[in-house]
Protein backbone atom coordinates (compact mmCIF):
# COMPACT_ATOMS: atom_id res chain seq x y z
CA UNK A 1 0.00 0.00 0.00
CA UNK A 2 2.83 2.65 0.76
CA UNK A 3 4.27 1.71 -2.82
CA UNK A 4 1.14 2.97 -4.05
CA UNK A 5 1.08 6.21 -2.03
CA UNK A 6 4.47 7.68 -1.77
CA UNK A 7 4.92 10.82 -2.32
CA UNK A 8 6.95 12.05 -5.77
CA UNK A 9 7.73 8.47 -6.52
CA UNK A 10 10.34 8.07 -3.45
CA UNK A 11 10.27 5.28 -1.23
CA UNK A 12 12.02 6.29 1.98
CA UNK A 13 13.59 4.21 4.55
CA UNK A 14 15.08 5.22 8.15
CA UNK A 15 12.48 6.64 10.05
CA UNK A 16 15.41 10.14 11.09
CA UNK A 17 15.44 10.57 6.89
CA UNK A 18 11.36 10.37 6.66
CA UNK A 19 10.63 12.84 9.42
CA UNK A 20 13.50 15.15 7.60
CA UNK A 21 11.92 14.85 4.28
CA UNK A 22 8.42 15.48 5.62
CA UNK A 23 9.82 18.47 7.66
CA UNK A 24 11.67 20.00 4.33
CA UNK A 25 8.66 19.22 2.18
CA UNK A 26 5.70 20.14 4.30
CA UNK A 27 6.42 22.31 7.07
CA UNK A 28 6.99 25.36 5.03
CA UNK A 29 7.02 27.88 7.96
CA UNK A 30 9.94 25.62 10.03
CA UNK A 31 7.85 25.18 12.52
CA UNK A 32 9.14 21.42 13.55
CA UNK A 33 12.88 22.53 12.91
CA UNK A 34 14.87 25.02 15.29
CA UNK A 35 16.88 27.98 13.30
CA UNK A 36 19.27 29.01 15.36
CA UNK A 37 22.63 26.53 15.27
CA UNK A 38 22.91 25.24 18.49
CA UNK A 39 19.35 23.79 18.87
CA UNK A 40 20.04 22.71 14.62
CA UNK A 41 22.94 21.02 16.30
CA UNK A 42 20.41 19.41 19.03
CA UNK A 43 18.16 18.58 16.22
CA UNK A 44 20.17 16.43 14.13
CA UNK A 45 22.14 14.84 17.19
CA UNK A 46 18.71 13.54 18.72
CA UNK A 47 17.41 12.62 15.15
CA UNK A 48 20.19 10.24 14.81
CA UNK A 49 20.27 8.89 18.61
CA UNK A 50 17.32 7.84 18.91
CA UNK A 51 18.31 5.06 16.06
CA UNK A 52 21.61 4.83 16.43
CA UNK A 53 22.54 4.51 20.15
CA UNK A 54 18.74 4.25 22.40
CA UNK A 55 17.03 1.90 20.24
CA UNK A 56 19.92 -0.55 19.70
CA UNK A 57 20.00 -1.05 23.83
CA UNK A 58 15.88 -1.36 23.51
CA UNK A 59 15.71 -3.91 21.27
CA UNK A 60 19.00 -5.62 23.54
CA UNK A 61 16.56 -5.58 26.29
CA UNK A 62 13.79 -6.56 24.41
CA UNK A 63 15.61 -9.98 23.22
CA UNK A 64 17.11 -10.83 26.21
CA UNK A 65 13.76 -10.63 28.44
CA UNK A 66 12.43 -13.13 25.77
CA UNK A 67 15.20 -15.77 25.69
CA UNK A 68 13.46 -17.69 28.45
CA UNK A 69 9.76 -17.84 26.70
CA UNK A 70 8.70 -19.42 23.48
CA UNK A 71 9.81 -19.46 20.83
CA UNK A 72 12.89 -20.23 22.33
CA UNK A 73 12.85 -24.46 22.74
CA UNK A 74 11.84 -25.55 25.57
CA UNK A 75 14.68 -26.97 26.80
CA UNK A 76 17.01 -24.34 26.39
CA UNK A 77 14.76 -21.65 27.98
CA UNK A 78 15.99 -21.99 31.61
CA UNK A 79 19.46 -21.73 30.33
CA UNK A 80 18.61 -18.74 27.99
CA UNK A 81 17.01 -16.81 30.97
CA UNK A 82 19.61 -17.13 33.07
CA UNK A 83 21.42 -15.89 30.56
CA UNK A 84 19.22 -13.26 29.22
CA UNK A 85 18.69 -11.67 32.98
CA UNK A 86 22.42 -12.31 33.46
CA UNK A 87 23.30 -9.88 30.46
CA UNK A 88 20.72 -7.23 31.25
CA UNK A 89 21.69 -6.83 35.16
CA UNK A 90 25.17 -7.11 34.97
CA UNK A 91 25.58 -4.55 31.45
CA UNK A 92 22.47 -3.38 29.64
CA UNK A 93 19.94 -2.05 32.31
CA UNK A 94 23.56 -0.13 33.39
CA UNK A 95 23.83 0.80 29.58
CA UNK A 96 20.24 1.92 30.00
CA UNK A 97 20.49 3.65 33.00
CA UNK A 98 23.53 5.80 31.67
CA UNK A 99 21.17 6.82 29.04
CA UNK A 100 18.50 7.71 30.68
CA UNK A 101 20.28 9.99 33.02
CA UNK A 102 22.10 11.92 30.00
CA UNK A 103 18.78 12.51 28.37
CA UNK A 104 17.25 13.37 31.56
CA UNK A 105 20.26 15.84 32.41
CA UNK A 106 19.85 17.25 28.72
CA UNK A 107 15.53 17.95 29.29
CA UNK A 108 17.05 19.81 32.40
CA UNK A 109 17.95 23.00 30.63
CA UNK A 110 15.40 22.92 28.24
CA UNK A 111 11.53 21.88 27.29
CA UNK A 112 12.05 20.36 24.04
CA UNK A 113 14.95 18.40 22.82
CA UNK A 114 16.35 20.84 20.61
CA UNK A 115 15.23 24.17 22.24
CA UNK A 116 12.44 25.75 23.37
CA UNK A 117 9.73 23.84 20.96
CA UNK A 118 8.57 21.07 20.13
CA UNK A 119 10.50 19.83 16.47
CA UNK A 120 11.28 16.38 14.52
CA UNK A 121 13.43 15.47 16.90
CA UNK A 122 11.45 15.14 20.28
CA UNK A 123 8.85 13.54 17.50
CA UNK A 124 11.45 10.52 16.41
CA UNK A 125 12.85 10.46 20.49
CA UNK A 126 8.93 9.93 21.74
CA UNK A 127 9.11 6.04 20.74
CA UNK A 128 12.30 5.16 22.45
CA UNK A 129 11.71 7.22 25.65
CA UNK A 130 8.57 5.70 26.21
CA UNK A 131 9.99 2.48 25.82
CA UNK A 132 12.43 3.39 28.27
CA UNK A 133 10.38 4.75 30.72
CA UNK A 134 7.54 1.72 30.11
CA UNK A 135 10.28 -1.20 30.16
CA UNK A 136 13.80 0.65 31.74
CA UNK A 137 12.37 -0.23 35.23
CA UNK A 138 14.50 3.37 36.01
CA UNK A 139 12.63 6.25 38.58
CA UNK A 140 13.76 9.51 39.45
CA UNK A 141 13.43 10.86 35.42
CA UNK A 142 11.79 14.14 36.50
CA UNK A 143 12.81 15.68 33.39
CA UNK A 144 11.96 12.59 31.25
CA UNK A 145 8.18 12.59 32.40
CA UNK A 146 7.76 16.43 32.21
CA UNK A 147 9.01 15.96 28.56
CA UNK A 148 6.54 12.91 28.38
CA UNK A 149 3.52 14.88 29.66
CA UNK A 150 4.05 18.03 27.38
CA UNK A 151 3.89 15.81 24.80
CA UNK A 152 1.06 13.55 25.79
CA UNK A 153 -0.75 16.88 26.25
CA UNK A 154 -0.14 18.31 22.36
CA UNK A 155 -3.78 17.95 20.84
CA UNK A 156 -1.88 16.23 17.95
CA UNK A 157 -1.32 13.72 20.20
CA UNK A 158 -4.17 13.12 21.46
CA UNK A 159 -5.88 13.21 18.31
CA UNK A 160 -3.80 10.54 17.07
CA UNK A 161 -4.72 8.62 20.11
CA UNK A 162 -8.63 9.03 19.84
CA UNK A 163 -7.73 7.36 16.03
CA UNK A 164 -5.09 4.71 16.87
CA UNK A 165 -5.81 3.98 20.36
CA UNK A 166 -3.40 3.76 23.42
CA UNK A 167 0.17 3.75 23.29
CA UNK A 168 1.36 0.35 24.31
CA UNK A 169 4.43 -1.48 23.57
CA UNK A 170 4.05 -5.12 23.66
CA UNK A 171 5.14 -7.09 26.50
CA UNK A 172 5.24 -3.96 28.33
Known sequence: RFIQQNHNGYVLAESGAILEYLQETWDSGGLLKPQGIDDKLQYRFWLHYAEGSLMPLLLMKLVFASLGK??????VRSLGSLLGKGIQKTWLDPQLATHARFI?????????FAGERLSM???????PVMALLARGGMHDL???????????????????????????LPGA
Not at 70 to 75: E, I, L, N, W, Y
Not at 104 to 112: C, E, N, S
Open 121 to 127: ADIQMSF
Open 70 to 75: PPVPFG
Open 104 to 112: DDHLAARPW
Open 142 to 168: VHIEAWRQRVEQRPAWQRAIERGGPFT
